[in-house]
Structure formats: C-alpha cells, structure tokens
C-alpha cells in the first residue's frame, strides 16, 4: 500500500521482483444533492493508504485505512470499487486489525486519538475508545478473542 493511493501485490522470482497492481483508491467525497461530487475530489483523484490487513478467514477480503480518516473493505476480486466505506475517523487511520477470533470484527486507530472497533457488516464503529493522544498501532491478544 501507498501514500499515492496506489495498492500492489510484490512476487519474487528467482532473480526477479515483479509488481502486479491490486487497485488504486479513488477520494470518496462527500456528495451534494443529486449525486454530485464535491469538485475538491473530483480535481485530487486518489486517497493515501497508510495501513492494510487481510481477512484470515476470507483471504479475498482486506481493509485499508487511509490519510483522509476513511477505512475502506476492499476484494480481491473486485479491484475497480470498494465493498463499503467506514467513516468515524478525523484524521489518518494509522492502523486496521481484524479479530483472528470474529472473522467480522476489525479495529482501527488514528491520529485522531481513537481506537474504534467495528463490525464490517456495519458502517458505523460499535465501541469507541478516545485515549488523548494519537495511537500509531493496536493488536489484538494472540491468545484470546478479546
């Protein structure tokens, strides 16, 4: 992932490092009555990925969080749009985590001084924590579901 918005997948070769693009990720602006797109996005184009994690029950599953305080569900399969889009976030989301526990159920953190948890069935977080400063990264136990 890519502050340029850009999301690849890196293989190596036996002497060779091939970069075979995933998708790139498009500013999802607010809209204005009918469907219009604020003008500010439509000019910018694409969002800054700052964290990624994939889904280790549907491998084809991944969410990205972004500059902009969004956090993105995304497919492999589907490379040209995003499942849903979870907004809750003021600013850069630092780092996403799904639970290894609850295929459903991911976390995030951002510069906005939250932790939030979600279910990615829900566009809006479930539980909030607001801890007074930025948080750069969070984890779930590796040995218990919560």
Sequence with gaps: ISSDGRVANWIMSKNELKMEPVMTLKLSGSLH???????ETSLTGL???CCFDFNRKAEHLFIVGTEEGKIHKCSKSYSGQYL???EGHNMAVYSVKWNSFHPR???SSSADWTVKMW????????MSWDLSCAVGDIAWAPYSST
């Excluded at 009555?33 to 003008?39: L, M, N, P």
């Excluded at 279910?119 to 479930?126: K, L, S």
């Design 119 to 126: 279910d990615h069935q829900i566009t809006r977080p479930i």
């Design 84 to 86: 849903e889009t979870y």
């Design 33 to 39: 009555g009918a469907g219009e797109v604020d003008e």
């Design 47 to 49: 969002a800054g990925g």
């Design 105 to 107: 159920v991911f976390l």
